[in-house]
DNA sequence: GCGATCAGTT
DNA sequence: CACAACTGATCGC
């Protein structure tokens, strides 16, 4: 729970998070999402009054988070006091104490904040500093240093405080299974089950809260199946949701509620009650989202538990591993940018589309630190103290990252000061600022790296970036390069680095139903000559991960904590044993072999952690089919060609929004509309300048390549399906490259045939 | 009766 | 473990 009481010590006048107490006195309020716990005071009796007697006296949140709010006939009484901040688009605001009359002016910039739909982080400028106040926020490594508002002049701003979400701030938690991961497991699941037969269903059992969408549109575009809700008009303006789900309970896909659905389901029920279609009944699963902890597992975990003959527990939100980063960075950096300027509605569904991608992330010490000492705030104040941790604990890791402890930057700044109290100037004097003041301090050269090139060097030793690369990096965009992929690239499913996991599970997963899952065929690789090392490599959970990932834990621990995809929940066995089963996706009929057969099913390893993003995937290479759900980028935004950002940068910041307190909105210049045009135009420049980037990233000093003999063993031995060990150089683990048939077998060390 | 709070549940 | 919501009991206005 937030310890965040709702004011900061910089802009005391503002409340953001918090409606109550303290905080019926603000000038202005903030919402950072819709969550219930972020709204604590909002539709009080107290609040309502004070809204009553004050003429000024404004909400801002996000164009989506007032959609949401407004929905709820509870929170109509704002209705004429919300305003909503276009994302990326920096905001004057004037806060007027009505009884002085005092004013103070504050620039507000609303930051995807990648948590649920609608939510953002708030950087406030004004005379008292610049202060980032982060809300429940998931990012992935890397992309702070992405966005373009957190800097200028080419590097981050000069920021005072961060008011930062730690849920995750304890080093227990490095190691959680990649958003990918959790998705491409629950899709398998929900595929092996649905493809039996139209009368298998699941039933996601999620809670009330923002932040499923992505996992229903995805599935939902997936099977080409709307997911049955409860209530959908709260995205009614939000067509790329909205498509994806529907009230009408005939579907196989269910996320209905029901107060006693728990109860429901032991009879067959579904939560809208139907047992039956056609007379047939139903044969229904559970899956359930949860969070489960990885963190202080040392054995291999699971994406899927099996918790009952029909119910299973799906990890699903969860902090971008480092190889997420790699592999869908890309996607990430679209959805900063085409989430702005209108995240929400019909002009913007690209917007919307890519950033419920990214959704509902959770965020480990790793990502928390990533993104504070890129930030390199002067203070920063948890918002949240995790049980069995204290205050202390969270800031002396927090501490370290902040300013005063970096021996790069000098304590006394006293034009760092004088900056600050300049940038809520909202004329030209930013780029003085940044010229002047900053070059006179040996501040620690923090570039904003530029959109397309988003890989951080010193985390990136990996041997697994080879000369394909750059034509994965291009893949992992999905939508937007699938016109320039030769169509029978993707009948055969051929991708660099993709491919080599999503041919894994789909041979194991997919074959069953004869479905377009691709098949394992190194040999068929576009790119021929040379194998794919990755192929071997990222199979091999071992040492893998440990020498690409360079997690702390995974050496801490000897063992790799790569999930592997189902179980039963008592974690010992997986149940993957049967190579016929498992090959063909087979399920057992529920009720007639018993749940151990059942569960029998599975049988993605989720090792390949390297594999990209499963959801540009879909798009990109999958189902290039279905790619009408997928809002392509505004044409018209992509003839803009690739100008100098940081200069363009300078020129942004001076554009801000005039917002008077009263609500109205008064573009001061063009720059609102600038800022939303060049947005997609650094996103499509990316493709090329990333995959440029992407092949000059150095292999790790120790790792060697392959060689050519030896990877055609390998591959030999794959294609047969027998074990292969591989003896890694001295100083590097021994490692094992795991064939699929020791991945599907409960316990692959007796694979050593 | 409503809302806040807490404990317990999911 | 934590999240985020819900339920139910209790208390105060």
Same mark, same amino acid.
């Given at each position: 729970?937030?310890?965040?009481?709702?004011?900061?010590?910089?802009?005391? *006048?503002?409340?953001?998070?918090?409606?109550?107490?303290?905080?019926?006195?603000?000038?202005?309020?903030?919402?950072?999402?819709?969550?219930?716990?972020?709204?604590?005071?909002?539709?009080?009796?107290?609040?309502?009054?004070?809204?009553?007697?004050?003429?000024?006296?404004?909400?801002?949140?996000?164009?989506?988070?007032?959609?949401?709010?407004?929905?709820?006939?509870?929170?109509?009484?704002?209705?004429?006091?919300?305003?909503?901040?276009?994302?990326?688009?920096?905001?004057?605001?004037?806060?007027?104490?009505?009884?002085?009359?005092?004013?103070?002016?504050?620039?507000?910039?609303?930051?995807?904040?990648?948590?649920?739909?609608?939510?953002?982080?708030?950087?406030?400028?004004?005379?008292?500093?610049?202060?980032?106040?982060?809300?429940?926020?998931?990012?992935?490594?890397?992309?702070?240093?992405?966005?373009?508002?957190?800097?200028?002049?080419?590097?981050?701003?000069?920021?005072?405080?961060?008011?930062?979400? %730690?849920?995750?701030?304890?080093?227990?938690?490095?190691?959680?299974? #990649?958003?990918?991961?959790?998705?491409?497991?629950?899709?398998?699941?929900?595929?092996?089950?649905?493809?039996?037969?139209?009368?298998?269903?699941?039933?996601?059992?999620?809670?009330?809260?923002?932040?499923?969408?992505?996992?229903?549109?995805?599935?939902?575009?997936?099977? +080409?199946?709307?997911?049955?809700?409860?209530?959908?008009?709260?995205? /009614?303006?939000?067509?790329?949701?909205?498509?994806?789900?529907?009230?009408?309970?005939?579907?196989?896909?269910?996320?209905?509620?029901?107060?006693?659905?728990?109860?429901?389901?032991?009879?067959?029920?579904?939560?809208?009650?139907?047992?039956?279609?056609?007379?047939?009944?139903?044969?229904?699963?559970?899956?359930?989202?949860?969070?489960?902890?990885?963190?202080?597992?040392?054995?291999?975990?699971?994406?899927?538990?099996?918790? +009952?003959?029909?119910?299973?527990?799906?990890?699903?939100?969860?902090?971008?591993?480092?190889?997420?980063?790699?592999?869908?960075?890309?996607?990430?950096?679209?959805?900063?940018?085409?989430?702005?300027?209108?995240?929400?509605?019909?002009?913007?569904?690209?917007?919307?589309?890519?950033?419920?991608?990214?959704?509902?992330?959770?965020?480990?010490?790793?990502?928390?630190?990533?993104?504070?000492?890129?930030?390199?705030?002067?203070?920063?104040?948890?918002?949240?103290?995790?049980?069995?941790?204290?205050?202390?604990?969270?800031?002396?890791?927090?501490?370290?990252?902040?300013?005063?402890?970096?021996?790069?930057?000098?304590?006394?700044?006293?034009?760092?000061?004088?900056?600050?109290?300049?940038?809520?100037?909202?004329?030209?004097?930013?780029?003085?600022?940044?010229?002047?003041?900053?070059?006179?301090?040996?501040?620690?050269?923090?570039?904003?790296?530029?959109?397309?090139?988003?890989?951080?060097?010193?985390?990136?030793?990996?041997?697994?970036?080879?000369?394909?690369?750059?034509?994965?990096?291009?893949?992992?965009?999905?939508?937007?390069?699938?016109?320039?992929?030769?169509?029978?690239?993707?009948?055969?499913?051929?991708?660099?680095?993709?491919?080599?996991?999503?041919?894994?599970?789909?041979?194991?997963?997919?074959?069953?139903?004869?479905?377009? +899952?691709?098949?394992?065929?190194?040999?068929? /690789?576009?790119?021929?000559?040379?194998?794919?090392?990755?192929?071997?490599?990222?199979?091999?959970?071992?040492? *893998?991960?440990?020498?690409?990932?360079?997690?702390?834990?995974?050496?801490?621990?000897?063992?790799?904590?790569?999930?592997?995809?189902?179980?039963?929940?008592?974690?010992?066995?997986?149940?993957? #044993?049967?190579?016929?089963?498992?090959?063909?996706?087979?399920?057992?009929?529920?009720?007639?072999?018993?749940?151990?057969?059942?569960?029998?099913?599975?049988?993605?390893?989720?090792?390949? $952690?390297?594999?990209?993003?499963?959801?540009?995937?879909?798009?990109?290479?999958?189902?290039? +089919?279905?790619?009408?759900?997928?809002?392509?980028?505004?044409?018209?935004?992509?003839?803009?060609?690739?100008?100098?950002?940081?200069?363009?940068?300078?020129?942004?910041?001076?554009?801000?929004?005039?917002?008077?307190?009263?609500?109205?909105?008064?573009?001061?210049?063009?720059?609102?509309?600038?800022?939303?045009?060049? $947005?997609?135009?650094?996103?499509?420049?990316?493709?090329?300048?990333?995959?440029?980037?992407?092949?000059?990233?150095?292999?790790?000093?120790?790792?060697?390549?392959?060689?050519?003999?030896?990877?055609?063993?390998?591959?030999?031995?794959?294609? *047969?399906?027998?074990?292969?060990?591989?003896?890694?150089?001295?100083?590097?683990?021994?490692?094992?490259?795991?064939?699929?048939?020791?991945?599907?077998?409960? %316990?692959?060390?007796?694979?050593?045939?």
């Amino acid at each position: 729970m937030s310890c965040f009481e709702g004011q900061m010590a910089e802009y005391p *006048t503002i409340s953001i998070d918090r409606f109550d107490r303290e905080n019926l006195r603000a000038r202005a309020y903030f919402l950072s999402h819709c969550h219930k716990d972020h709204m604590k005071g909002l539709r009080a009796p107290s609040l309502k009054r004070r809204l009553e007697c004050s003429l000024k006296v404004c909400l801002y949140c996000s164009p989506v988070t007032k959609e949401l709010l407004l929905t709820s006939p509870k929170y109509r009484f704002w209705e004429k006091r919300i305003v909503s901040i276009e994302i990326e688009t920096p905001t004057q605001i004037s806060l007027v104490d009505e009884a002085s009359g005092e004013k103070e002016e504050i620039v507000v910039t609303l930051l995807p904040a990648g948590h649920c739909p609608g939510s953002v982080m708030f950087l406030f400028q004004g005379n008292n500093g610049t202060v980032l106040y982060t809300g429940d926020f998931r990012l992935a490594k890397g992309e702070a240093a992405r966005m373009e508002l957190l800097h200028s002049g080419g590097r981050v701003k000069d920021i005072q405080s961060v008011y930062l979400d %730690t849920t995750f701030c304890n080093p227990k938690y490095y190691q959680i299974p #990649s958003r990918e991961e959790c998705l491409r497991g629950i899709m398998e699941l929900v595929r092996s089950w649905i493809s039996r037969s139209p009368y298998h269903v699941v039933w996601l059992n999620c809670k009330a809260a923002y932040g499923y969408e992505y996992l229903f549109t995805n599935l939902s575009e997936e099977f +080409g199946l709307q997911v049955h809700v409860d209530k959908l008009d709260m995205f /009614r303006n939000m067509p790329d949701i909205l498509h994806h789900l529907t009230t009408d309970r005939d579907t196989q896909i269910h996320a209905c509620r029901h107060p006693k659905a728990e109860e429901y389901f032991q009879w067959s029920k579904l939560p809208c009650g139907i047992t039956s279609k056609n007379r047939i009944p139903l044969h229904t699963i559970s899956i359930k989202p949860s969070t489960m902890w990885f963190g202080e597992r040392t054995r291999k975990t699971n994406i899927i538990m099996r918790t +009952g003959e029909s119910s299973y527990r799906a990890c699903f939100s969860f902090h971008s591993s480092y190889s997420e980063v790699r592999g869908s960075h890309r996607l990430r950096t679209s959805a900063a940018f085409m989430a702005s300027g209108g995240i929400s509605f019909s002009t913007a569904q690209g917007g919307l589309w890519l950033f419920l991608k990214k959704c509902r992330e959770d965020i480990s010490v790793d990502e928390i630190k990533d993104f504070l000492s890129y930030i390199c705030p002067v203070n920063v104040y948890p918002n949240v103290i995790p049980l069995g941790t204290t205050m202390d604990k969270v800031k002396e890791i927090l501490k370290p990252l902040c300013r005063s402890s970096q021996s790069t930057e000098p304590k006394y700044k006293p034009l760092g000061k004088l900056k600050r109290a300049r940038t809520m100037h909202l004329d030209s004097e930013e780029e003085d600022d940044d010229g002047l003041f900053d070059d006179l301090l040996p501040a620690p050269l923090r570039h904003k790296v530029p959109n397309q090139l988003t890989l951080h060097p010193e985390v990136f030793p990996t041997p697994a970036i080879s000369q394909n690369q750059p034509e994965k990096r291009r893949e992992s965009t999905g939508c937007f390069k699938a016109e320039s992929m030769p169509t029978f690239l993707w009948a055969n499913f051929i991708d660099c680095e993709e491919s080599n996991s999503e041919s894994e599970e789909s041979e194991i997963l997919g074959s069953a139903q004869g479905d377009t +899952g691709p098949v394992f065929q190194p040999q068929q /690789r576009a790119d021929g000559e040379v194998p794919q090392w990755e192929v071997f490599f990222k199979r091999d959970a071992e040492g *893998t991960d440990d020498c690409l990932e360079n997690l702390p834990s995974s050496t801490e621990v000897g063992g790799s904590q790569s999930p592997k995809l189902f179980s039963d929940s008592d974690g010992e066995s997986t149940h993957i #044993s049967s190579q016929a089963s498992s090959q063909s996706t087979h399920i057992s009929e529920q009720g007639s072999q018993g749940w151990d057969s059942q569960s029998d099913t599975v049988l993605l390893s989720s090792q390949d $952690r390297n594999s990209g993003d499963v959801t540009s995937l879909n798009k990109g290479v999958y189902r290039p +089919g279905i790619k009408e759900n997928i809002p392509a980028p505004q044409p018209e935004q992509n003839v803009l060609c690739l100008k100098d950002t940081c200069s363009d940068f300078k020129s942004r910041d001076q554009d801000v929004n005039i917002l008077p307190s009263a609500g109205e909105t008064t573009t001061l210049s063009s720059g609102k509309q600038m800022l939303q045009e060049k $947005r997609p135009l650094t996103l499509s420049s990316s493709a090329d300048s990333q995959s440029s980037s992407d092949f000059e990233i150095p292999c790790t000093p120790e790792a060697e390549l392959p060689k050519q003999e030896h990877l055609q063993y390998l591959y030999e031995k794959l294609a *047969t399906g027998e074990s292969i060990v591989v003896e890694k150089r001295k100083g590097l683990l021994h490692s094992k490259a795991t064939t699929k048939k020791s991945i599907l077998s409960d %316990t692959s060390q007796n694979h050593n045939r």
